[in-house]
């Protein structure tokens, strides 16, 4: 009896050996916690490393307005890309004026219009704000454009767009009539023009690139408050009694909006404001630019004359020249910049180009 006690006692020694040395069975419970772990981190590393991913894949749309494209029109062309477009899309519109308006929808991103050169290539309508849309309701300025854009990564090269509405004389009221309006961020134009009288180029909100382009007007012919670059661009002016060029809206000293003219000249018809404080806090800058004789006395206008804008405006110059140089620095609160104040308005970093703009097309 007592050898049986003790094998059994020696048998049961060494199962408790054998079974704490045996591995644990690897179940549901301990694996899928682990890999969840190991998968939101991966992921929150992905993102934090990948903030944008940008589009795949090409499409070319042929636009042609006698009829030899895949469309006629303009808009026809727009509407047929899908939404929440992921694609680079070129619309290629060939020589011509088409009659219509047009709207690119926020929703469809990474548009290019493609003309066949400035001078052959036109979208042209006539609304004015006075005008009633569908709805009976006075348009009002911002709804006058011949072409709108609310897309962002828009580009447009070698077109024009235009409002044919005749140019009101200065004070008429319901007048405006927008040529384009930018409201999407991260737009770049090459080789564009911009034809209108009052309100030609509507830079509305967002960060917007121009290079060698032509913009006319008469009255606040590029306005709004967007964050944008003006290079080797012609400003040109139809004012017959007295107009301005730029009017900026910067509410806030905190934004970081404001137009920026480099290698720009100014020409056409004066008397002339080259700037107009639109906003409390509006900013303008014009650097190596030519200015024709065409500029006002005084150079720069506060708008209304009551909201001690003087005081809180940044209107700036730096190495400008041309006959008309000495009154755009007319007044005390236009201030002669040296390269240190001046340079953050001199390169595309003012946009943050480095990150959506080719070094070629800068």
Request: a neutral charge.
């Given at each position: ?8 006692v020696?048998?049961?020694?060494i ?8 591995p ?63 694609k ?6 060939g ?11 926020a ?182 630019t030519?200015?024709d ?26 190495k ?15 201030r ?26 800068a």
């Amino acid at each position: 009896m007592a050898s049986l006690y003790s094998f059994l006692v020696f048998f049961l020694l060494i199962f408790t050996f054998l079974f704490s040395i045996a591995p644990l069975p690897v179940t549901s419970s301990h694996l899928y916690p682990l890999n969840s772990v190991i998968t939101t981190e991966t992921s929150n590393y992905t993102k934090h490393r990948h903030k944008w991913v940008g589009p795949s894949g090409h499409r070319l749309i042929t636009v042609d307005v006698h009829g030899y494209g895949e469309f006629s029109s303009v808009q026809a062309a727009v509407d047929s890309v899908a939404e929440d477009n992921r694609k680079n899309v070129v619309i290629q519109i060939g020589p011509g004026y088409y009659i219509e308006k047009v709207v690119v929808p926020a929703s469809k991103p990474y548009i290019t219009f493609q003309g066949s050169g400035r001078d052959v290539t036109v979208i042209e309508w006539h609304d004015r704000a006075s005008d009633r849309g569908a709805d009976g309701q006075q348009l009002r300025t911002y709804h006058t454009a011949s072409v709108t854009v609310f897309a962002s990564y828009f580009s447009a090269r070698n077109i024009s767009f235009k409002n044919t509405a005749p140019a009101p004389m200065p004070g008429m009221e319901g007048w405006q009539a927008a040529a384009f309006r930018i409201s999407g961020d991260k737009a770049f134009f090459s080789g564009c023009g911009f034809y209108g009288a009052q309100d030609t180029l509507c830079d509305d909100a967002g960060r917007h690139y121009f290079k060698e382009c032509y913009i006319e007007g008469s009255i606040d012919f590029i306005f709004g408050n967007g964050r944008s670059f003006y290079k080797n661009c012609e400003l040109h002016s139809i004012a017959t009694r007295f107009g301005s060029i730029a009017a900026q809206d910067r509410k806030s000293p905190y934004e970081k909006t404001g137009f920026a003219f480099v290698n720009c000249t100014v020409t056409g018809t004066g008397p002339l404001y080259v700037g107009r404080a639109m906003g409390q806090y509006s900013r303008i800058v014009f650097a190596h630019t030519y200015f024709d004789d065409v500029v006002a006395h005084g150079g720069w206008d506060d708008w209304d004359h009551t909201s001690n804008k003087t005081k809180t405006v940044f209107f700036g110059v730096y190495k400008c020249w041309g006959p008309g140089a000495a009154a755009v620095r007319g007044v005390s609160w236009a201030r002669e910049l040296d390269y240190e104040s001046a340079h953050p308005f001199l390169v595309k970093s003012f946009v943050n180009g480095r990150h959506w703009i080719a070094p070629s097309d800068a």
